[in-house]
Structures are given as structure tokens and as C-alpha cells.
T-cell receptor
């Protein structure tokens, strides 16, 4: 997990508040992926971003969730008006290129969101 | 192997023994497979990967076997150590070379008995 930095590690929000999760990819990586791990479930793909572009958001819930990866700064996953069902671990991963090449996907240690 | 319901399948092995963790994948079009190790409170850590044009790949103390006929993947860990205790996740990539959209299984929990 070295290199992909996520913060905060733990985030507590009350229902209706906004949650912002940040991800800084490994040095030299320009592609970021967000995955969600719900309790007792496997990791599920949410969104794939390149700098200033959303490439694939087929796994993102249609409402309240958004993601960005600006030219400067970390990638942000934003959840508006959080509900209890949003409580999960959110993982970010990065890659150096669009195609797989010989480089596997490396994950950060995640942000654990708890909605009270 | 793949979990059914809410509980992870668990494999308990004696320290020093070999471990075999199994995974059934779902998409016959998947062409790339990865094994990750996930310790409590941490993110998935890459162990080994294999492409569909291979049926076996070896790393340090680990071997991955791929059987495309029955869509089965296994991870073998030689001389299992207490530090190997974790949840092991298999993932498949059916998105082609242009995608890292991985589909994960729920995982298998490996417990090593000292």
C-alpha cells in the first residue's frame, strides 16, 4: 500500500452532512480508481478518473455521490447528505497509465466512513 | 473459496504447512486475475497476478493456478507463517487491457495456528 495516501483514515458524519474523502495517488500515477467495501461485502468498483476527466463512473450511485481529480491536488470523493447505508470503507487505487501494462493496481489504506 | 451469505469462508492451517485458497470467478471473458491480501484495517495488498494466457505463475512462496475451463483460480502459500493470517481476495478483470475495473470476491480468511 506504500504510496497511495488517503485521508482521513476515519470519518464520522451525522445523517444529512457531507463527507469528503481525499486520495493522493502514487508518485507519477495519473489514473485513480475508487472502490467501496460495505460491511460483509466485497470491494465494489465505483469510479475511474484521469486528471480532469471522469473515464468510467458506472459503479457510482446516481445521486449524492461525485468524484473529481483536478489538475492539481488529490482526487476527492464527495458524498452529500450522507445516510447510514453509506457507512463503509472507501479505497482508492492508482495506476501510471490507462492500459494495464505489467503494473498491478495498488490500493491505499482506505477511509472508514461511519454515519451516525 | 467464494463466500456465500454473510460469513467469510475460513481456512485454518498449522504454521509451516502449505495453504491453498480457492476462488471461482464469474466471467469467462476475464483475461487478468489478481490475488490481494487484506489485513484488518488496511487496504488490499498486491500478492500476485496472472493473465489468461498462462495457467501457472510463481512468486516468492506463492503460486497462482488458473483453470479457465472451470473458471477457477487458486493461491498456494508455501510454509505458511503467522504473518500470512489475513483475508485473501481474488479479483478478475473483464474490462480488457484498457481497464482496471476489477470484480472482487468476498474473500477467504486465513488463520495460521502457531
Amino acid at each position: 500500500n506504500a504510496g497511495v495516501m488517503q485521508n482521513p483514515r476515519h470519518l464520522v458524519r451525522r445523517r444529512g452532512q457531507e463527507a469528503r474523502l481525499r486520495c493522493s495517488p502514487m508518485k507519477g500515477h495519473s489514473h485513480v480508481y475508487w472502490y467501496r467495501q460495505l460491511p460483509e461485502e466485497g470491494l465494489k468498483f465505483m469510479v475511474y478518473l484521469q486528471k480532469e476527466n471522469i473515464i468510467d463512473e458506472s459503479g457510482m450511485p446516481k445521486e449524492r455521490f461525485s468524484a473529481e481529480f483536478p489538475k492539481e491536488g488529490p482526487s476527492i470523493l464527495r458524498i452529500q447528505q450522507v445516510v447510514r447505508g453509506d457507512s463503509a470503507a472507501y479505497f482508492c487505487a492508482s495506476s501510471p497509465r490507462r492500459d494495464r501494462g505489467d503494473s498491478p493496481l495498488h490500493f491505499g489504506n482506505g477511509t472508514r466512513l461511519t454515519v451516525t | 473459496g467464494e463466500s456465500v451469505g454473510l460469513h467469510l469462508p475460513t481456512l485454518s492451517v498449522q504454521e509451516g504447512d502449505n495453504s491453498i485458497i480457492n476462488c471461482a470467478y464469474s466471467n469467462s471473458a476475464s483475461d487478468y486475475f489478481i490475488w490481494y491480501k487484506q489485513e484488518s484495517g488496511k487496504g488490499p495488498q498486491f500478492i500476485i497476478d496472472i493473465r489468461s494466457n498462462m495457467d501457472k505463475r510463481q512468486g516468492q512462496r506463492v503460486t497462482v493456478l488458473l483453470n479457465k475451463t472451470v473458471k477457477h483460480l487458486s493461491l498456494q502459500i508455501a510454509a505458511t507463517q503467522p504473518g500470512d493470517s489475513a483475508v485473501y481476495l481474488c479479483a478478475e478483470n473483464s474490462g480488457g487491457a484498457g481497464s482496471y475495473q476489477l470484480t472482487f470476491g468476498k474473500g477467504t480468511k486465513l488463520s495460521v495456528i502457531p
